[in-house]
């Protein structure tokens, strides 16, 4: 069982004191917050890309890098980081091939029910104002996507002005990244 696993290597982790390499503080050394798709391409491949070490950065990930909603839990972590832990820049991080460009939300519908979610479930929420198929749909450009998370985060209200938010693209292969948004010069009115 694999978190009987995960417990055992743990119990070795921590007897060899393996976790001092990785001790560190709460405040990013580079003082910026990156949010990420969660893909696994991108666990040591985007920090590495970046110059990013332990301790450089505060990390979120979500399905496709996206910041779907401005008052959901990634906003709330942004704006945490900015304020109690003296982050100064947000970078939003897509990248090429990405899952959820890809998703069909019947599809997806159709997964649920077959591992138990009753219809009348799905029904009832496409009924209570959620918009199911539109939530659970994924992105036909990256680009946009990054530009559209980078301007929720931007625009928000609770964001400084002086904050420059960035937006780029990495190749989950080769760890190439390509500018979408320079957080620098994009100005906000």
């Known amino acids: 069982m694999l978190m009987n696993e995960i417990l055992d290597w743990n119990k070795q ?3 060899n004191k393996e976790y001092e390499k990785y001790q560190t503080s709460k405040f990013p050394k580079k003082k910026i917050v990156v949010v990420s798709c969660m893909d696994t391409r991108l666990t040591e491949l985007l920090p590495n890309a970046m110059n990013i070490k332990n301790g450089d950065a505060k990390f979120l990930k979500t399905a496709g890098a996206v910041v779907a909603h ?3 839990s990634i906003m709330r972590s942004i704006i945490v980081a900015i304020y ?3 982050a100064h820049e947000v970078c939003v991080v897509g990248h090429h091939d990405c899952g959820i460009s890809h998703v069909n939300p019947l599809e997806l519908r159709r997964k649920m029910v077959d591992r138990g979610i009753l219809e009348e479930t799905l029904t009832t929420l496409d009924y209570s104002g959620i918009e199911i198929n539109d939530w659970l ?3 036909d450009s990256v680009t ?3 530009k559209n998370s980078a301007g929720v985060i931007r625009h928000h209200p609770l964001i400084p002005k002086n904050i420059p938010v960035h937006g780029l693209v990495i190749d989950p292969e080769t ?3 390509d500018f979408v948004e320079n957080g620098y010069e994009v100005t906000v009115k």
């Open 13 to 15: 982790f921590v007897e």
């Open 70 to 72: 401005p008052f959901g």
């Open 84 to 86: 109690d832990l003296n």
């Open 137 to 139: 749909r994924g992105f």
């Open 144 to 146: 946009e996507s990054v």
């Open 175 to 177: 760890g190439e990244l």
